[in-house]
């Protein structure tokens, strides 16, 4: 691999570069069309690219079938992307190298603090372990032995991380209470989202993050990441995440349904995204081509409103109850 493939091209130019970046565990939902409708629409409202990310570094979780279940889903939707999809499974290089910077640079160290050992740790809001720091001071053996490699956090335990969001506003978290040093490589050998995600951003030359709100509390780690590499800023906007009667974000764990595929189903699940983003409503469609195109001419962030919105009843269930809207 190329070493210099990872300095920060400071000559890139800035016109926006969005993206969708799903995780191939299974068919996208409706809370998963929410993230590629926004990120879609608003990198074609800003006349930029929209390019595709298939985040499949989690091996035991992801499936070559459920990608293509998700390529075929977004190409009923006229979701179309530019340029080549990139598959994070065949940049491991990229983000190995990463890593070594890191090291090089004194931010990492080895753990072998097993997941039993830190059940009994505090956790913060979103449930994730605080990482106690257990191995940070202790020099770890290494050799041979199972061990994940976590991120040292500066020694400023009083630091916000600030970040300004363009629908939820400014967002402050102090990661090293709230998180504490996190993991960049998994000890069964998997890179972790928080490095992969950088590292593809900066690589990408992505200008513009729009994703559901579940992801916002991780922005501040990779906004320290970011900086630690020496990589871009990037804009964020993270859209509310729908949740079903019980409260739950929709997900497969939470048997989400697969979007629709036919002509009537696609238009009905894009008047329920589109009306979940509280957008102004858009004339008689004929396509799905159609519906995005008159979306974009419409789109207006400053709308979207920041809570999470229940949406009730599974959207699809009832096709007959949908033809409502
Ligand atoms: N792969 C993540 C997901 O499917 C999205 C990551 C991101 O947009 O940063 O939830």
């Known amino acids: 691999m190329n070493r210099l493939t990872i300095e920060p091209d400071k000559h890139r130019p800035s016109a926006y570069v969005g ?40 091996r035991e979780r992801s499936r070559p079938e459920h990608e293509e279940a998700i390529r075929r889903q977004l190409a009923a939707f006229a979701l179309e992307h530019d340029g080549d999809v990139v598959r994070q499974s065949e940049r491991i290089d990229h983000y190995r190298h990463a890593l070594e910077r890191l090291r090089d640079q004194g931010s990492v160290y080895p753990c072998v603090c097993s997941r039993r050992l830190l059940e009994t740790a505090p956790r913060n809001q979103e449930g994730e372990v605080i990482y106690p720091g257990t191995c940070r001071a202790r020099a770890v053996d290494t050799l041979g032995g199972r061990h994940s490699i976590r991120f040292k956090l500066a020694n400023s335990p009083t630091q916000d991380e600030v970040i300004e969001d363009r629908i939820e506003g400014v967002i402050t978290q102090n990661v090293a209470k709230d998180v504490g040093d996190f993991v960049l490589l998994r000890a069964d050998g998997d890179v972790a989202y928080q490095l992969a995600v950088v590292v593809d951003d900066e690589l990408q030359g992505i200008t513009d993050v729009v994703r559901g709100a579940d992801l916002l509390l991780n922005t501040p780690r990779q906004r320290i990441l970011q900086r630690t590499l020496g990589f871009r800023d990037l804009r964020y906007a993270h859209v509310p995440i729908a949740t079903n009667e019980r409260g739950e974000k929709l997900s497969k764990q939470t048997r989400a349904t697969a979007l629709p595929m036919d002509h009537h189903g696609v238009l009905v699940a894009l008047r329920r995204a589109w009306a979940f983003l509280n957008q102004p409503t858009l004339e008689q469609v004929s396509s799905a081509r159609d519906f995005l195109d008159q979306a974009t001419q419409l789109w207006a962030v400053s709308l979207i409103k920041k809570r999470p919105v229940h949406i009730g009843k599974e959207p699809f269930e009832s096709l007959e109850a949908a033809q409502n809207l």
């Not at 809370?31 to 930029?48: F, N, V």
């Open 19 to 58: 993206r969708f970046a799903p995780s191939p565990t299974g068919p996208l939902h409706f809370g998963s069309l929410i993230a590629a409708l926004a990120s879609y629409i608003d990198a074609r409202a800003m006349g930029g690219t929209w390019l595709l990310r298939i985040e499949d570094v989690d």
